[in-house]
């Protein structure tokens, strides 16, 4: 029986491309939802602010 593992791993190039995209997408949804959190708080602040003026 010949000797498994010689020559290049199978698929490495596709697998590191598939994980670098996927990480930008992972690191795109966290960013879109921290963003959306401080805009919600910003709104509330000012919300609450007005209501304190009246």
Same mark, same amino acid.
Request: aromatic residues 6%; glycine residues 14%; charged residues 35%.
């Given at each position: 029986?010949? =000797?498994k @593992? =010689? @020559?290049k791993a199978k698929n490495t190039t596709n697998k590191?491309?598939?994980n670098r995209l996927m990480n930008q997408k992972v690191n795109k949804v966290k960013l879109e939802k921290q963003l959306h959190k401080e805009r919600? =708080?910003?709104l509330i602040r000012k919300?609450?602010?007005e209501k304190n003026k009246e």
């Open positions: 029986m010949p =000797k @593992g =010689k @020559g590191a491309k598939y919600i =708080k910003a919300v609450n602010e």
